[in-house]
C-alpha cells in the first residue's frame, strides 16, 4: 500500500512553519529579527508602518523553543480539527481577528512588550468545547473550560512574570465569541417533505 503525506491542514501547519523558520532566523541574527518585525512594543506609533504590521505579526515570534513548542503542542492538536469543521479562510480570519484584538486590548489596558502565540492557543481552546454545540444550547464543557481557564489566568495575573494573561483571557474571549456566532450561524437541517417519487 503506498503511503502519502497530506498537507492536512494548510492554515495551521503554514503557521507552524513560519513560527519555527522565523524562531531560527532571530537566533542567526542575534535576536535582532523577533524585536524588530514580530514584537509588538509598548507604545504604537501611527506613522510607522512596522508599528501597523507589529498589530498582526507579533503572533509569530516567540521568545525561544521552549516557548514555541509549548504553544504548538496545543495548535497542532486542537487546530487541524477546527481547521477541517469550519475552513482554512474563517479560521484565519478569526485568528488575524483574535491577534489584533489582543493587540488593542495590550496597547490600551497593559502597555508591555508582547509575543508569541498564547492568544490564538486560547481562542482555538474555547473554540474547539462549542464543537458538539447545538442551537439554543450551552455545552457543559464551555463553562467548565471557561472557569477553569478564567480562575487559572487572573491567579497567575497576580503572580510577577513575563507571560501576558491579557493575551490569554483576551483569546478565550474571542474564540467563545467566535464559537456562539458559528452555533447561531448554523441552521437546523429539516427532512424533506416532498414525497419520494416511485420508478
Not at 483576551?170 to 467566535?178: D, E, N, V, Y
Request: hydrophobic share 55%; charged share 10%.
Amino acid at each position: 500500500m503506498k503511503i502519502h503525506i497530506r498537507y492536512n491542514s494548510p492554515v495551521i501547519l503554514t503557521f507552524a512553519f513560519l513560527c519555527a523558520i522565523v524562531l531560527l532566523i532571530d537566533e542567526l541574527t542575534g535576536g535582532v529579527f523577533i524585536r524588530t518585525f514580530f514584537m509588538l512594543t509598548p507604545t504604537f506609533d501611527p506613522r510607522s508602518f512596522l508599528a501597523w504590521m507589529r498589530l498582526f505579526t507579533y503572533v509569530i515570534g516567540h521568545q525561544n523553543w521552549t516557548h514555541l513548542i509549548s504553544n504548538f503542542s496545543f495548535i497542532l492538536l486542537i487546530g487541524p480539527v477546527l481547521e477541517e469543521k469550519y475552513g482554512s479562510l474563517p479560521l484565519l480570519a478569526m485568528m488575524v481577528v483574535t491577534a489584533l484584538a489582543t493587540a488593542f486590548l495590550n496597547l490600551i489596558l497593559v502597555h508591555t512588550g508582547l509575543y508569541g502565540a498564547s492568544g490564538i492557543v486560547f481562542m482555538l481552546i474555547l473554540l474547539s468545547s462549542f464543537t458538539n454545540i447545538r442551537q439554543g444550547e450551552i455545552p457543559i464543557t464551555f463553562v467548565l473550560i471557561v472557569a477553569l481557564y478564567l480562575v487559572r489566568e487572573f491567579v497567575n495575573a497576580l503572580t510577577p512574570d513575563t507571560i501576558s494573561q491579557l493575551a490569554h483571557i483576551a483569546g478565550g474571549l474571542t474564540g467563545g465569541i467566535f464559537g456562539f456566532i458559528f452555533a447561531r450561524a448554523k441552521k437546523p437541517v429539516l427532512p424533506d417533505a416532498t414525497p419520494a417519487k416511485k420508478e
